[in-house]
């Protein structure tokens, strides 16, 4: 079993920067790829970023280019997800998960490419 526990979200301004971290215990995540997802109230699950196991791929979904950036640290488990020029709209819960084996380019996008993932932590953005 992978417990993965968020941390870092909070209540800020547009305009200011949070770090997300996720934290990984029980088996290591360093062989995984790792995804970031949240999800508003009423919203669907929307994919936000993800990094490879070496952190050398990295992808973002068109809403955050450029704004957020995906980082890991393998020795410590842990992944982040650095929150930048933050708006109202990035509002939500955020979580991490661990990709499934073989994970594809395609599925990384896909909550179901993801077999583990925590509780989130919230990120509120006032305007």
């Known amino acids: 079993q992978v417990q993965l526990v968020e941390s870092g979200g909070g209540l800020v301004q547009a305009g200011d920067s949070l770090r997300l971290s996720c934290a990984a215990s029980g088996r290591t995540v360093s062989t995984y790829t790792m995804g970031w997802f949240r999800q508003a109230p009423g919203k669907e699950h929307e994919f936000v970023a993800a990094?490879?196991?070496?952190?050398?791929?990295?992808f973002y979904a068109d809403s955050v280019k450029g704004r957020f950036t995906i980082s890991r640290d393998n020795a410590k488990d842990t992944v982040y997800l650095q929150m930048n020029s933050l708006k109202p709209e990035d509002t939500a819960v955020y979580y991490c998960?661990?990709?499934?084996?073989?994970?594809?380019?395609?599925?990384?996008?896909?909550?179901?490419?993801?077999?583990?993932r925590g509780q989130g932590t919230q990120v509120t953005v006032s305007s």
């Open positions: 998960a661990r990709g499934r084996t073989q994970i594809t380019i395609v599925q990384v996008k896909d909550p179901k490419g993801y077999d583990y």
């Open positions: 990094i490879s196991w070496s952190g050398g791929g990295t």
